[in-house]
């Protein structure tokens, strides 16, 4: 059973360099989320795509921040000049039409800005 | 918008004993609820759910969740904690339709002593 997959598991980065995360979902599932978690806080929704298309963007999501999901299979979630405050784990989720509400969450991409 | 309340950010337990966490939402519409567990260092996992039918749900390692819409509410229970139980769990809610995204509680750390 191949879950999801995201990488780089840590990142460290400087400020104000860009920073680009992958996400590899379920195979056939067609609904991707990313969240971020910081210290001490639950997930927070980030973006939403069905398929290849971006259907919601939380205001969390500064114009720093881009995500695709090019071929509606796996995504990239981009960050541009990197701030402190964008320290957190980024979180990947998939699920399918059928399986609806049940989010099957990735291990996470951690990163630390200095 | 949806939140949710978790009123227990960090409980000792030993083992044996009974374990109540609970969680209140806030939502105008129809709701699926959910906890998640987080064991240490592991990913984001699904603990139980509810859509509709039965309030009171059974899910994994013998856990359950009550749903009382008067209350928004949706505590989780267990009758005897192990030691294995110790893990970071998580609230949450999703709106039934749409794009399903779901807004995280804060957390609870359980700790369960030997």
């Known amino acids: 059973d191949t879950g999801v997959s995201q990488d780089p598991r840590h990142k460290i980065t400087k400020r104000g360099q860009n920073v680009t995360f992958r996400c590899d979902p379920i195979?056939?599932?067609?609904?991707l989320y990313w969240y971020r978690q910081t210290l001490g806080q639950g997930p927070e929704f980030l973006t939403y795509?069905?398929?290849?298309?971006?259907?919601?963007k939380s205001r969390l999501l500064s114009d720093r921040f881009s995500a695709e999901r090019p071929k509606g299979s796996f995504s990239t979630l981009e960050i541009q000049r990197t701030e402190q405050g964008d320290s957190a784990m980024y979180l990947c989720?998939?699920?399918?039409?059928?399986?609806?509400?049940?989010?099957?969450f990735g291990p996470g991409t951690r990163l630390l800005v200095l | 918008a949806q939140s949710v309340s978790q009123h227990n950010h960090h409980v000792i337990l030993s083992e044996a004993a009974s374990l109540e966490l609970g969680c209140n939402y806030s939502y105008g519409g129809t709701v699926n609820l959910f906890w998640y567990v987080q064991y240490p260092g592991q990913h984001l996992q699904l603990l139980l759910k509810?859509?509709?039918?039965?309030?009171l749900v059974k899910g994994i390692k013998g856990f359950e969740a009550e749903f009382i819409k008067s209350k928004f509410s949706f505590n989780l229970r267990k009758p005897s904690v192990q030691w294995s139980d110790t893990a970071e769990y998580f609230c949450?809610?999703?709106?039934?339709?749409?794009?399903?995204?779901?807004?995280f509680g804060i957390g609870t750390k359980l700790q369960v002593i030997p």
């Open positions: 195979s056939e599932h067609n609904r």
């Open positions: 795509f069905q398929n290849e298309a971006q259907l919601e």
């Open positions: 949450a809610v999703s709106n039934s339709g749409g794009y399903q995204k779901v807004t």
């Open positions: 509810y859509f509709s039918g039965d309030p």
């Open positions: 989720a998939s699920t399918r039409d059928s399986d609806l509400g049940t989010q099957y």
